[in-house]
């Protein structure tokens, strides 16, 4: 997939964690806040999918089962992506909502239809946002973040925020820009960027 420069006011930060064992699954969880795919042009749904790590078409089929559309329940995983859409994927949901949001489920008439498309074009340009539920970033996560996310500081710095306890014990080692940082000191490291570049090994 061709990867496109994202217009930010700052230059990208890199940010490296190592965890500890264990440590992964609740660091997945940060990719239903939203991550940044860059793409060049309009693309189908799948193809952009499928160029993560993690994803493959057997995936989408059989595990991928509520796709959300810019807040709208999509049914057609061969739907065209443009740059500024936001694409949510969750595995089967439970219950109610589960069955009326199921892609291609027999309740998909109950779907409200008033929700639109809301984006400001200067924060949009060459990328979509992206957010993994349950088991979708359990099981894609790890090799997400092990080959590294494009994020916003102000995303990034919301969850640490509020994983600041459970942060400072299970990881061991940060680096930012090359330079290793005390956990005290990381959100002081990352907020002169707009974006970071985030990988977890």
Do not use: C
């Not at 997939?1 to 264990?22: E, F, R």
């Not at 699954?25 to 799948?46: D, K, M, N, S, Y």
């Not at 859409?85 to 219950?95: E, K, N």
Request: glycine share 6%.
């Amino acid at each position: 997939m061709k990867q496109t420069t994202i217009a930010t006011n700052s230059l990208p930060v890199t940010l490296h964690l190592d965890p500890a064992k264990g440590a992964e699954r609740w660091i997945t969880t940060l990719l239903q806040r939203g991550f940044l795919v860059p793409i060049a042009h309009e693309i189908p749904l799948t193809e952009l999918l499928v160029a993560l790590p993690g994803f493959s078409r057997e995936f989408l089929e059989e595990k991928v089962q509520t796709i959300f559309l810019n807040g709208l329940a999509e049914d057609d995983i061969h739907k065209h992506l443009q740059p500024g859409d936001t694409l949510a994927l969750s595995a089967a949901m439970p219950g109610l909502a589960g069955a009326i949001f199921r892609r291609g489920g027999q309740h998909a008439s109950l779907r409200t239809k008033t929700q639109q498309k809301q984006w400001s074009s200067a924060d949009t340009s060459g990328y979509i946002t992206l957010k993994l539920f349950n088991l979708i970033a359990v099981e894609t996560g790890p090799e997400l973040l092990q080959q590294g996310i494009i994020i916003r500081e102000k995303i990034l710095t919301r969850f640490l925020t509020r994983q600041k306890v459970r942060f400072a014990k299970t990881v061991q080692k940060i680096t930012v820009a090359g330079q290793t940082v005390p956990v005290a000191e990381l959100l002081n490291h990352i907020a002169a960027s707009d974006i970071i570049v985030l990988t977890v090994r």
